[in-house]
């Protein structure tokens, strides 16, 4: 074997192995399995092929082998849109859908990771041709993949809100939670299903930044997509009043929801709930403007 | 693509007929409240919609 294939298939094989690390095939069952798992290790493997042979066409002077690497970058950004697009058209189908903001969270984190993948075997194949030690530039690969996912690792909302639950309670037909209202419920009958299935949680942000991300409404929707993944839901088709809302009180910035979860456990729903991603799309920081923190000094 | 009217009233059952008159939306006119529940949750399921109460006897079925 050439000491350039050697060094290719190294790259090669440390790349795609850190595409198969950061995929994750969890409760969101997605990608799915098998299909959308042989397609994205199939994506991963092109990347990883384009980081490996990256230097090596450099080494040998092929400048426009290089050039391959925008080509890589407009692959990549196709697979944000298929990603989008599959997300999208799965939408119409769901009980509760995922938002628009989710999905284009999920479409970015898959574009991200082939970055990474390029990423890692090009550190790889750099290592082997600098050191000419497989075992230092497997090692160093690695490294690099477990930093890139550690940076790459987004928040959650136990990071920027306490979750509790709430009490849910009538003020005649609307439905409060603790001092919230969430909506009007006509039929005494619902109401009584309504505070039979209900569980009511209650996000209080620590800061005026985590109060503004959790008003995105992309945001409420994720959680609610979140929770009812892994918890269930009690709703058909035709029946809204068992639709899952979250409403902020403006006043505070704390926020209610309401789930109507197949299994009827607080302390999951409350770990549910801690657990959910906060959205990179949704995230703001007004405190770190000129403006929010002249606000913010005065006590606004 | 498929069209719906959403955020609307798309009926109003009450048994008082001095509450409620003309408008868009179709009337239903019951007997006695509890009709008017039986009627307004019949009125939603067809219509997918939701059942909101206004507090005097009148509903209104909407669909979100």
Partial sequence: MSEFLYKFLISLSVGTLSRVYLMRVDYRQYPSYPRGIIMHLTFGMIAAALGSIALPALIAQDFTAVTFLTLAAEQFRSIRTMERENLSNIEEMEIIIRGKAYIEDIAKIFEARNYIVVLVSLTTSGLLYTLNSEYIAVTGGFIVLIILKRLMKGQQIWEIANVRTGKIWFDGAFLCVDDIVLINVGLKEKREKILKNGIAVILEPFNPDASITLSNLGQRQAIIHDVVAQMGIKKDVGEPDFTPIARQNTENGNMAIIFFPYFHDEEAILEAVRRSPVLESARRKPSQSRAGTKAEKRGG | ?64
């Fill in chain 2, 1 to 64: 693509m498929s069209v719906e009217i959403k955020n609307m009233i798309l009926g109003i059952v009450t048994h008082d007929k001095s509450k409620v008159s003309g408008g868009f939306a179709p009337v239903f006119y019951s007997m006695n409240e509890e009709e008017s529940e039986r009627l307004a949750f019949v009125v939603a399921k067809i219509t997918s919609g939701m059942v909101h109460s206004l507090g005097n006897g009148v509903y209104v079925i909407v669909k979100h």
